[in-house]
Each structure stands twice: as structure tokens, then as C-alpha cells.
């Protein structure tokens, strides 16, 4: 006898790009899913448990069952005997409008703006005159005690592509003061294919060796920003 699993009517399934997340409406919980849950959650659909068990990629048939059964668990979805078609419940909104809603693709991101450091040696006069530091196009000056891993970076670096980002703005304070975060972050840059990359810098410490370097190897545009009274 064939095993069926249905999404319960409040849980609605929306993909990405690559993973995809299981909304719980009537909880107002997220579930995020990875790649290969992605799968199992589309195939749940469309055939009988045991089959999908000998088609998943990247999790042992352990895994898979495991998902599932914390899934059925958690009333996210439910066991039937035979394929069943399950209508979605309706809360508020008409039926048409929660297919419009809910089933936009997923958007591109045009330019992401990531700040690399927040160490300046200069005194603008924004940072001079706002206690905060909050300079002017993004240069920000406030003592971090937790930099982020190079690891950390590829995960975030990896958001943005999937996003289909082709255009990255890298800020400080001015990166170039803090080369080893700088080089933490560039090392992960060769594993994407970035269209334009930028760097908002004072211009003083990029004559340097390594600022030459990593301004050459990673085709990086600095874009000059000062402004003293």
C-alpha cells in the first residue's frame, strides 16, 4: 500500500530561485527550506512517498524520513492513503487573490551594499559632527567587537547572487584601513561573477601594495568620497 503526504490546508509552499519556505498561516510561522527539502516538499505532490525515498540527492533516506515525520508532527502535513487533493483555506482574502500574492517570483536585487569595516583615520564632517558617526554615502565609524568569518561572507555573498545581484558596493569607514577583513571578504568574490564591483574609499591607503593588488585581481572600482570643512 502507497503512502501519500499533503500539505494541511494553512501551509502554503512558495519557491525561490533555489530554496523555498512553508508559510503557516494561521500560526504566522516560516519555515525555511534548503535545496533538497525543496524537492521532497515538490514531489510530495506528485507521488508516493516510497518513491521519492530513491530519488532525493543529498539526504540519506534517514534524513528524509525524519523530515517527514517532524513535518506530520507539527501538522504541517498529513498522511493519506490515497491521492487526495487538499483546497487551501481561505482566511480573509479570496482564493485568486492569495494565488497573486503568494506566487510572485522571486526578486532580483540590482545593487547590494555591503559594509566591509568601520574604521576611518579622517574626520569629515558629518562623522565630526554627529555623535553616531553616520557619515555621508554610507561611511560609518562605530567599534565592532565581532567581525564576520570569511565563511559567514560566501553565505551572504551567496544570498546576494541568488537574488541574481550583479552589482556590489563594498563600504567602511574606508575598507583599505582594515586590508585583512577587506581580503576576508574578496577572497570569496572569484566564486561568483559580479558584473561591478565598488569600493567607497578616502582614496589615501589604496597607492598601497596590497590595496594595488586586490584593486587589480578583483577588478574593483573605487569611487572616492572625502569631505573635509
Sequence with gaps: MSTYYRLSPEIYFVKGRKKSALYNTLQGEIIHLCEERTRIIELLDKMPFEEILNIINGLSKTEIMEFVRVLKQNGIIRKYENKAYIDKLSLGFPLFMQKHLFNKPAPNLDIAFIEVSSTCDFSCYFCKN????????????????????????LEILQEVNNLRCKTLVILGGDPFLEITSLVNFCRNLDKFNFENIFILTHGINIATKKSRNLIKHYNLKPIISIFLP
Excluded: A, D
Design 130 to 153: 554627529y555623535p553616531i558617526k553616520f557619515g555621508c554615502l554610507g561611511c560609518t565609524q562605530i567599534s565592532y567587537k565581532k567581525r564576520i568569518s570569511e565563511e559567514l561572507w
